[in-house]
């Protein structure tokens, strides 16, 4: 049985208008946009739910890493909430990938003054995403992608 793990919250305020930061979010493409992590394919669905993508995490060179995550609600204009479904294989020692632990992220839009609130929120089961990367890393790579995530959002608005 799974332990319940940590529930991390990073946020970032946005200057747009939380219709255009929840339709920028839809596109799992978008929302990796400059991560170290590269999506590999992505099934898009309209209305968000059940949208799925499949992505190539950084590991050390002897761990490949594999991350299926899939929409499983989307209430327009105020949340997006996925499950996330790492895969390790660990090269030259281990040919079957093994899985762990399923992870809830939630993406919150909030309207706040001139802008939108992004909230994101990991509810982490363990073994965890955390305790694969490390926390202080973990939390690093969540702000890096709610910064770039307001910066791409931003520019779009400007040139609209």
Excluded: N
């Excluded at 799974?2 to 339709?23: C, F, L, R």
């Excluded at 996925?82 to 040919?95: A, D, H, N, S």
């Amino acid at each position: 049985m799974d332990e319940k793990g940590p529930v991390v919250e990073e946020s970032v305020h946005i200057e747009a208008q939380p219709h255009d930061v929840y339709t920028y979010c839809l596109d799992p493409r978008r929302i990796h946009d400059g991560d170290p992590v590269t999506v590999t394919d992505v099934t898009m669905r309209s209305g968000g739910v059940g949208t799925v993508a499949h992505l190539k995490g950084v590991a050390p060179p002897w761990v490949d890493e594999r991350v299926e995550f899939e929409y499983t609600e989307a209430v327009p204009d105020e949340l997006i909430r996925f499950e996330v479904r790492p895969t390790l294989r660990f090269k030259g020692i281990r040919k079957r990938p093994v899985a762990t632990t399923p992870s809830t992220f939630t993406w919150t839009f909030t309207p706040e003054e001139r802008g939108t609130r992004l909230l994101f929120t990991a509810e982490m089961s363990r073994p965890s995403f955390f305790d694969h990367f490390g926390e202080k890393s973990a939390h690093r790579m969540i702000q890096a992608r709610l910064g770039r995530i307001k910066q791409h959002v931003e520019e779009g608005a400007r040139d609209s």
